[in-house]
């Protein structure tokens, strides 16, 4: 599967999410994600729990570093033992570096809105528009309509754990 995605810092979450309600976006709640990032490597490699359901997602992904809007190609395997692949996971990579996020989803057309507040990093603005039935140019004037309408303006280059300082 693939995405164009782009990441921004947003000082005002609560604008954001007023402006995606604007837009016509489609509020589905609110999710506690916490991500298991190892290395690996040909591929980010993280595996996603979401706080109230059960087992958790595998998600392999490869993504450029940069802070224009960039494809990212993803694969994704729903996990029903996520305590015991973690386990496993560490004993074959090591200890995975762990990131915690609040995230309010919205759907708007073809994209996701994620509004995160991400534990000790602070508050941003995801957009992931899918790349299936829309060309590529499509996709980008559908991105950008999001950015325009939620005045994003700080682009971040790289995910959430790179900026992590341990």
Known sequence: M??????FRCADLAAAEAAARQLGATDRGILQQHDYFFSAPN????????AGREGGELISYR???SADARTSD??????ANAD???TTLTHALGTPRELIKTRRLFIYKSTRIHIDRVADLGAFV???TMLTTQTPADAE???NTIVEALHL?????TAYVDLVTT
């Open 153 to 157: 303006r700080d682009p971040v280059p």
């Open 74 to 79: 993803y694969t994704i395997a729903p996990i």
């Open 141 to 143: 004037a559908e991105l």
């Open 126 to 128: 995801e957009l992931e």
């Open 84 to 86: 015991a692949l973690i």
């Open 2 to 7: 693939k995405n164009l995605e782009q990441k």
């Open 63 to 65: 993504r450029p570093d």
């Open 43 to 50: 591929a980010r490699l993280k595996l996603r729990r979401i």
